[in-house]
């Protein structure tokens, strides 16, 4: 079973439509993240997440929010989808204690907004 | 924006050594380089990472001028599956006393060929 695992893998939804992508981990890193991914783009930061109680916005965070349920879980939603929102997400977790900034990713949610 | 300067794109014969350069001509003292790769649309996966000195591990060695302006990573003999993007990394320094975050570019498409 994967360490860090991303639910839906896919999703095609509608213009204005509620979505919420979710991420669980296995690893008990503290910190999470998501990303997005458009092709030619490399990956861009949405949000960060270093403890339960900690929430931090990433490059790109407009018409995105998350929740950080338990160290474990760390949700996305998009509150009203609109087509440029259609990208490949991906969720990663990091060790602090371990200091050297490896990420260990997801692997992935493809979302397609019509 | 991403710190880093990659080619887009590499060819490399099956069986030979894949060299793939990265210019980080403004790095600070205190920031890590760092590798990640993605095969196809999969979630990006650590290869290797350094601050100074030249790092080698099962997966690659990494080769960082003593200026640290530029790096190399070298795969010693390519296979197929090596076929992926290639992403160079600079680690933001730590700010807050929070970890810094990988900001990714757009990487190197590396093919290798039969």
């Known amino acids: 079973d994967a360490d860090v695992t991303q639910t839906p893998r896919n999703r095609i939804t509608k213009t204005g439509k509620r979505i919420m992508l979710e991420c669980s981990q296995t690893?008990?890193?503290?910190?999470m993240y998501w990303y997005r991914q458009d092709p030619g783009l490399g990956l861009r930061l949405i949000y960060y997440s270093f403890d339960v109680k900690d929430i931090n916005k990433g490059e790109i965070s407009d018409g995105y929010s998350v929740s950080r349920q338990a160290q474990a879980k760390f949700s996305l939603s998009l509150e009203s989808a609109i087509p440029n929102q259609t990208a490949l997400y991906f969720c990663a977790t990091s060790d602090p204690e371990r200091n050297t900034g490896e990420l260990f990713f997801g692997e992935g949610s493809r979302l397609t907004v019509l | 924006d991403a710190k880093t300067t990659q080619p887009p794109s590499m060819d490399c014969a099956e069986g030979r050594a894949a060299n793939l350069p990265c210019n980080h001509s403004t790095i600070s003292g205190n920031e890590y380089v760092y590798w990640y790769r993605q095969i196809h649309s999969q979630g990006p996966q650590y290869i290797i990472h350094?601050?100074?000195n030249n790092e080698t591990n099962e997966m690659a060695s990494l080769i960082i001028t003593e200026d640290r302006k530029s790096s190399t990573l070298i795969l010693p003999h390519a296979t197929l599956r090596d076929t992926a993007v290639y992403y160079c990394?600079?680690?933001?320094?730590?700010?807050?006393?929070?970890?810094?975050?990988?900001?990714f570019g757009k990487g190197t498409k590396l093919s290798v060929k039969p």
């Open positions: 350094g601050l100074k």
């Open positions: 690893k008990g890193h503290d910190r």
């Open positions: 990394i600079v680690r933001p320094p730590l700010y807050g006393g929070s970890q810094g975050n990988l900001i």
